[in-house]
C-alpha cells in the first residue's frame, strides 16, 4: 500500500483551489460538499464554475494566490493549466506545512485525490496511487451500479441506533455480530422495502433480545471457504461475505496475501500451512483448532486453497466439528486442476483427445505413493496430479513402467493462475528433467494426456493487452 487511505474531517476548514478548468471545478465541489470554506483562485472561471460561485461557503478572487492568502489553510489544491503556477502554489503550501496536492503531478502531492462514490454518510474512495486514475474512474463506475443510493440512508438509520446499542451491548464482539445480523437480515430488508417504521421496531426488539441474552455465551461456526488455485479474481461473492464475517482466520500456505486482503481487517489470523515434510501444524491438531475456537464463541474461517474436499481434507475437519455439534458453513472454491489447465490453455477434455478426467494425489497418507497405475495409463484419458512435484520423477518413471508410452505429452503448471505462474511442456520421459532445469518451487500441478498438444494452439487465443478472460496470463514465455 503507497498510501494510507484517511477521511479527513474539513467541515469549516479552509481550502485553497487554484485553476480554471474542469479538475479545478471538482476540487471545488468536493470540497464545499464535505462542508468546506472554499477560496477560488481563478481569473476567469469556466463555465463548469457557474453554480460554485453564488456558494454561501465560497469566495472567488480573480488573481493569483499568494502566501498570505494561504494562511490557515488545511489543504492547497494546484489545478491550473500553468505549471509553473502550479508549481509556485506548491512551495507556498510547503512553507507553511499545508497539506498539498497538484493535479497529475505525483511529486506534488502530498496526498492522492481518490475516485469516490458518494453514498453520504457511506462513501467510497478508489485510488490507484497514481499510477492509473483513468482505471480508478472506471472501477467507480463499476461499483456504483453495485450500490443502489439507498444504502446511504440505510448507513444514517444504522447510526440512529448507535449510541443506544453501545449502551446495551457492551463487548465490540456482541456489537458486531448484532450490528451483522441486523444489516443482513430482516431489519435490512425492511428498511430496503421501504419500510422504516417497521424496521425501526424489528431492531430495537432484536437489541432488548441481545441485551438480555449478554451473558449466554455466543456459539460459534465455522465456515470452511474454498479460495481457489491463487487468483484472487476466482474467489465466489459467498466465500468474499463470509470472510467479512469472521472473527478469526485459519489459513493456509497457499493462501497468498492478495487474498488475504479480503479478510476483515481485525479479524485474528493463525498460519497453519503445511509442506512436504514440513508441518506448521499437524491435520489432527487444526481440525480440534477449529473446535476450540468455535467453543469460544467465534466466526472461524478455515481458508483453504483450491476446493475444501478436492484433496484439502475438509472432510476430516468437517467430521470433527459435526461431532462436536459446531455449526460450519462448506463453500467450494475454484479446484487448482480447472484453475491452472484453464489459465494455461490446456483444456481437460476434448472430444478429439479425451473423454475422461482423472484427479489424483501424489501425497498419500503418511508419505506413502500409493496410485492404481493400471487405471491412469488408460487411453484418451487425462490425469491431473495434485502434490506431485516433489514425486515428479517418480511419477513418470510409474507410468511409463506401467504401459504408458514415453512420448505421451505432460506439463507442470507451476504457481497457477498467480502472476508469477510458469508452464513446462514435454513428454512423460522428459518431463522431469525440464522441470528440474526450471527451478519449480511449487505449488503446481501435473497435466498430462494429448490435451496437452493443444497449449500450442490455444495459448495464444486472444492473448492481447486489454483481454479479460483467463487466457490473459498464458502469454509467457516457455520455459
Known amino acids: 500500500m503507497d498510501h494510507l487511505p484517511v477521511f479527513l474531517d474539513v467541515k469549516n476548514r479552509k481550502i485553497v ?7 479545478a471545478a471538482r476540487r471545488v465541489e468536493a470540497s464545499l460538499r464535505a462542508g468546506a470554506n472554499v477560496h477560488l483562485f481563478a481569473k476567469n472561471p469556466g463555465g463548469e464554475f457557474h453554480k460554485h460561485l453564488t456558494h454561501k461557503s465560497l469566495v472567488h478572487h480573480q488573481r493569483e494566490a499568494t502566501a498570505k492568502d494561504l494562511d490557515g489553510a488545511l489543504i492547497a489544491y494546484g489545478a491550473s493549466e500553468d505549471a509553473e503556477e502550479n508549481k509556485r502554489l506548491y512551495h507556498l503550501a510547503k512553507a507553511q506545512d499545508i497539506l498539498a496536492n497538484v493535479a497529475d503531478v505525483t511529486e506534488y502531492c502530498d496526498f492522492i485525490t481518490p475516485s469516490v462514490i458518494d453514498r453520504n454518510p457511506l462513501v467510497v474512495a478508489i485510488s490507484s496511487s497514481g499510477n492509473a486514475p483513468i482505471l480508478a474512474r472506471i472501477l467507480r463506475a463499476r461499483i456504483e451500479s453495485m450500490l443502489p443510493a439507498s444504502y446511504g440512508r440505510l448507513a444514517k438509520f444504522a447510526g440512529g441506533f448507535r ?16 450490528w451483522e445480523q441486523v444489516i443482513d ?27 438480555n441474552e449478554k451473558e449466554i455465551a455466543k456459539k460459534g461456526a465455522v465456515f470452511l471457504v474454498g479460495a481457489g488455485p491463487g487468483d484472487p479474481d476466482l474467489l465466489t461473492f459467498r466465500a468474499l461475505r463470509l470472510m467479512q464475517r469472521a472473527d478469526v482466520v485459519v489459513y493456509d500456505r497457499l493462501i497468498g496475501d492478495d487474498i488475504m486482503g479480503f479478510v476483515r481487517r ?8 503445511k509442506m512436504p515434510n514440513q508441518h506448521t501444524m499437524l491435520q489432527e491438531d487444526i481440525s480440534q483448532l477449529l473446535v476450540d475456537l468455535a467453543k469460544q464463541g467465534k466466526n472461524v474461517l478455515r481458508l483453504k486453497g483450491g476446493d475444501p474436499f478436492i484433496f484439502g481434507r475438509g472432510g476430516e475437519e468437517m467430521d470433527l466439528l459435526a461431532e462436536n455439534n459446531i455449526p460450519f458453513q462448506v463453500v467450494p472454491g475454484i479446484t487448482a486442476a480447472s484453475g491452472c489447465s ?23 497418507k503418511d508419505g506413502v505413493l500409493e496410485l492404481d497405475w493400471n487405471n491412469l495409463v488408460q487411453p484418451a484419458q487425462t490425469v491431473v496430479v495434485y502434490m506431485g512435484l516433489s514425486s515428479l520423477g517418480i511419477l513418470m518413471e510409474q507410468l511409463a513402467r506401467h504401459g504408458a508410452d514415453p512420448k505421451t505429452p505432460a506439463a507442470v503448471v507451476d504457481k497457477g493462475t498467480r502472476p508469477d505462474q510458469r508452464i513446462v511442456t514435454g513428454t512423460i520421459e522428459d518431463l522431469n528433467e525440464k522441470v528440474q532445469a526450471a527451478g519449480f518451487d511449487g505449488p503446481s500441478m501435473i497435466i498430462i494426456g494429448s490435451v496437452v498438444t493443444l497449449r500450442e494452439k490455444l495459448r495464444w487465443f486472444g492473448a492481447t493487452d486489454d483481454q479479460e478472460h483467463s487466457f490473459s496470463l498464458t502469454a509467457r514465455d516457455d520455459l
Do not use: W
Not at 449510541?163 to 448484532?178: L, Q, S, T, Y
Not at 481485525?266 to 500451512?273: H, L, P
Not at 477434455?349 to 494425489?361: G, I, K, L, W, Y
Open 185 to 211: 437480515g430482516s431489519v435490512g430488508d425492511l428498511f430496503m422495502a421501504g419500510d422504516e417504521d417497521q424496521a425501526a421496531e424489528k431492531l430495537l426488539i432484536q437489541l432488548d433480545e441481545a441485551a
Open 17 to 23: 483551489v487554484c485553476g480554471e478548468e474542469t479538475i
Open 266 to 273: 481485525d479479524a485474528e489470523r493463525i498460519y497453519v500451512g
Open 163 to 178: 449510541d443506544r446499542v453501545m449502551k446495551h451491548i457492551a463487548k465490540p464482539e456482541g456489537r458486531r455480530n448484532f
Open 342 to 364: 484453464t489459465y494455461s490453455g490446456i483444456p481437460l477434455t476434448h472430444r478429439d483427445h479425451a473423454q475422461s478426467c482423472v484427479f489424483v494425489t501424489a501425497h498419500g
